[in-house]
């Protein structure tokens, strides 16, 4: 039956779904995971990076995690060249609030904005959606730290924890179980990481494999760090979570 209304994403299907936007979000369902968990002082993001060749050339750069302004930043899940047009959007627009306004952009503003373009893109002919979600972290005057998501439809809503990409619902049901209100930004890092480990599809779980971003704020300022390898190794040492390479040697 779908295979009528699927060639466009602008024609509803008799059961009322836009097929092109479910097979986007299909598509994520293949990328990495990204986490992301607010606690009390501060936004924990980790993502998962597919290592798909030993002979491919390790980035320098991060591959999950992108800085939109100094007090914004997001994980993405799905096709990497669809989240590089969102993303410079995403900072155009953040820049040019702070050029009007002379103040950083609200991040759930910045969030709406870029969700208004995404819809765009399932409502107009020749078009197709954009198959990325993201997982955005932010701090602002009005609502302090604040966690949101957005897939491709353009839809977003804010979270205590989520997850987003393959086996996000494991994820999501694990974070369910251990999220606490009053987490602190540690803990945050050991539920994202624990969750990781058990839903990734690798047996073991690398800093090479992973990586970890926190946003928080530090001496009145927004700061947005991300975790280089040593020091994400040495925190999957201190939470126990490399027996499984070490088992295998």
């Known amino acids: 039956m779908s295979r009528r209304y699927d060639s466009r994403t602008t024609i509803?299907?008799?059961?009322?779904?836009?097929?092109?936007?479910?097979?986007?979000?299909?598509?994520?369902?293949?990328?990495?995971?990204?986490?992301?968990?607010?606690?009390?002082?501060g936004v924990v993001l980790v993502g998962e990076k597919k290592v798909t060749s030993k002979l491919l050339q390790t980035s320098t750069s991060t591959e999950k995690m992108y800085k939109i302004d100094d007090h914004v930043a997001c994980a993405v899940a799905g096709i990497m060249s669809d989240a590089n047009i969102l993303i410079n959007t995403a900072r155009v627009q953040a820049q040019r609030y702070t050029f009007s306004y002379q103040e950083p952009m609200p991040v759930e503003q910045l969030v709406q904005?870029?969700?208004?373009?995404?819809?765009?893109?399932?409502?107009?002919?020749?078009?197709r959606p954009f198959g990325v979600s993201f997982l955005f972290a932010g701090w602002?005057?009005?609502y302090g730290f604040q966690l949101y998501t957005s897939d491709p439809s353009g839809n977003y809503g804010g979270w205590k924890a989520a997850a987003i990409g393959a086996n996000n619902q494991a994820a999501q049901s694990m974070?369910?179980?251990d999220?606490?209100?009053?987490?602190?930004?540690?803990?945050?890092?050991?539920?994202?990481?624990?969750?990781?480990?058990?839903?990734?599809?690798?047996?073991?779980?690398?800093?090479?494999?992973?990586?970890l971003a926190e946003v928080f704020v530090s001496s009145g300022k927004v700061k947005y760090q991300?975790?280089?390898?040593?020091?994400?190794s040495k925190l999957l040492v201190k939470f126990g979570l490399t027996q499984p390479a070490a088992e295998a040697s």
């Open 226 to 232: 991300v975790s280089s390898s040593d020091s994400l």
């Open 113 to 127: 904005s870029l969700c208004d373009t995404k819809q765009g893109y399932t409502q107009f002919g020749g078009l």
């Open 179 to 211: 999220y606490k209100d009053e987490i602190t930004r540690e803990e945050a890092v050991q539920l994202a990481l624990k969750v990781l480990s058990k839903t990734m599809d690798s047996t073991s779980l690398t800093s090479d494999k992973l990586e």
């Open 12 to 41: 509803f299907s008799p059961e009322g779904c836009l097929y092109q936007v479910e097979y986007a979000m299909e598509a994520i369902g293949n990328a990495g995971t990204a986490i992301g968990i607010l606690s009390k002082d």
């Open 140 to 142: 602002d005057k009005n």
């Open 175 to 177: 974070l369910k179980q």
